[in-house]
């Protein structure tokens, strides 16, 4: 049996050197492709670590800038608790007097400019008993005074704004009120 193997091999020789080289040139080509599909993917993990490494060192960088932000947006929220402005709107039976009252009651408010907008919403009642009851003298010539009462406060970004109400006091001691 061996001898007959032997012999097919002889006769077909051309057979086996094509099948041989069928065989080789197959490889060849499946090593050249499935190499060009390997690079490939492999340029493409490259450029994908790349576009990560990119994208990483731009998450920190927003990271930090948001840091920053933050930091100045603390120290900003600090100056914006503080008063700056402070409106008074007056409710006057007589219009002639609201502009004078506003006026004076804006220059006895004044020391709270500057003052923690925090500090005065969880103490109301020092606006309070300043204006309350509070008598203002509009002419001492002819004897004008006006009572406050306070209506409403409230507080907006940085100001401080006020409503009051007044009421007609006029009377003869118009001297033992301080303006």
Request: charged residues 30%; proline residues 2%.
């Given at each position: 049996m061996v001898r007959g193997?032997?012999?097919?091999?002889?006769?077909?020789?051309r057979a086996w050197?094509?099948?041989l080289l069928?065989?080789?040139?197959?490889?060849?080509?499946?090593?050249?492709?499935?190499?060009?599909?390997?690079?490939?993917?492999l340029s493409e993990r490259n450029a994908l670590y790349y576009a990560n490494n990119q994208k990483?060192?731009?998450?920190?960088?927003?990271?930090?800038e948001t840091l920053q932000l933050a930091r100045?947006?603390?120290?900003?929220?600090?100056?914006?608790?503080?008063?700056?402005?402070?409106?008074?709107?007056?409710?006057s039976?007589?219009?002639?007097?609201?502009?004078?009252?506003?006026?004076?009651?804006?220059?006895?408010?004044?020391?709270?400019?500057g003052k923690s907008m925090q500090w005065i919403s969880n103490?109301?009642?020092?606006?309070?008993?300043?204006?309350?009851?509070?008598?203002?003298?509009?002419?001492e010539a002819q004897k004008l005074k006006v009572e406050v009462h306070l209506k409403y406060v409230s507080f907006y970004d940085e100001t401080l704004k006020i409503w009051v109400q007044t009421k007609d006091v006029s009377s003869d001691d118009v001297s033992d009120i301080v303006k």
């Open positions: 193997v032997i012999a097919g091999l002889k006769k077909n020789r050197v094509m099948l069928g065989f080789l040139f197959g490889n060849g080509l499946f090593l050249l492709l499935y190499g060009q599909k390997i690079d490939g993917l990483y060192k731009e998450i920190l960088k927003l990271q930090e100045k947006g603390e120290r900003h929220q600090e100056n914006k608790d503080r008063i700056q402005k402070i409106i008074v709107e007056v409710d039976e007589q219009s002639v007097i609201i502009d004078l009252v506003k006026e004076q009651l804006e220059k006895k408010l004044t020391p709270f400019l103490n109301p009642d020092l606006i309070e008993l300043i204006l309350e009851k509070e008598q203002i003298v509009i002419d």
